[in-house]
């Protein structure tokens, strides 16, 4: 399949449209902090594990706005990659689907001066899921109103198996 033959083009955020510029060890420490001071031992977990752990000690909103606040900062400090050039050359609907928050790729998007070319966001927070479980995928196609094959562009294996999950054909970054 090429980019051609599809119906929409769905690209991860960091590390393939942007480089957001976050401190990820300084942003683990400050959730950390936050559900220690809601009663969560969190001293052993990674950043998504917190996530984790902040759904079931119901303090996700709170974690969210530590984890977006730094993704946003990041974003108006990123650099903009090679495949970035690639988004306003579509003839199809163009989306974005990340791990990160929505709030924060729609920052990036308007730094590079690509938000006029994106037709749907879907961030961390936006569905109830993230990657690789493909709900995030699946709903950004839904938003695009895709009517048929789709490409996901992403730089991990977790976009890889996320588009495996959705039944989306894949490219490495």
Same mark, same amino acid.
């Given at each position: 399949?090429?980019?051609?033959?599809? %119906?929409?083009?769905?690209?991860?955020?960091?590390?393939?449209?942007?480089?957001?510029?976050?401190?990820?060890?300084?942003?683990?420490?400050?959730?950390?902090?936050?559900?220690?001071?809601?009663?969560?031992?969190? %001293?052993?977990?990674?950043?998504?594990?917190?996530?984790?752990?902040?759904?079931?000690?119901?303090?996700?909103?709170?974690?969210?706005?530590?984890?977006?606040?730094?993704?946003?900062?990041?974003?108006?400090?990123?650099?903009?990659?090679?495949?970035?050039?690639?988004?306003?050359?579509?003839?199809?609907?163009?989306?974005?689907?990340?791990?990160?928050?929505?709030?924060?790729?729609?920052?990036?998007?308007?730094?590079?001066?690509?938000?006029?070319?994106?037709?749907?966001?879907?961030?961390?927070?936006?569905?109830?899921?993230?990657?690789?479980?493909?709900?995030?995928?699946?709903?950004?196609?839904?938003?695009?109103?895709?009517?048929?094959?789709?490409?996901?562009?992403?730089?991990?294996?977790?976009?890889?198996?996320?588009?495996?999950?959705?039944?989306?054909?894949?490219?490495?970054?």
């Amino acid at each position: 399949m090429t980019r051609d033959d599809v %119906s929409a083009v769905v690209y991860d955020f960091d590390g393939t449209l942007v480089d957001l510029v976050v401190d990820w060890n300084a942003v683990a420490e400050e959730v950390a902090d936050v559900l220690a001071t809601g009663g969560v031992d969190a %001293s052993d977990a990674d950043l998504w594990r917190m996530l984790d752990l902040a759904d079931e000690a119901d303090l996700r909103p709170t974690v969210e706005d530590v984890i977006s606040a730094h993704e946003c900062d990041g974003a108006r400090q990123s650099t903009r990659l090679r495949h970035a050039d690639l988004v306003a050359d579509h003839d199809v609907p163009v989306g974005v689907c990340s791990l990160n928050a929505e709030a924060a790729c729609r920052v990036g998007l308007e730094v590079h001066d690509l938000a006029g070319h994106v037709d749907a966001v879907v961030g961390r927070d936006s569905v109830a899921t993230r990657k690789p479980d493909p709900e995030p995928l699946i709903a950004t196609l839904r938003r695009l109103d895709a009517d048929g094959d789709a490409l996901f562009v992403g730089d991990s294996r977790r976009d890889e198996l996320t588009a495996e999950r959705a039944g989306v054909a894949f490219e490495w970054v």
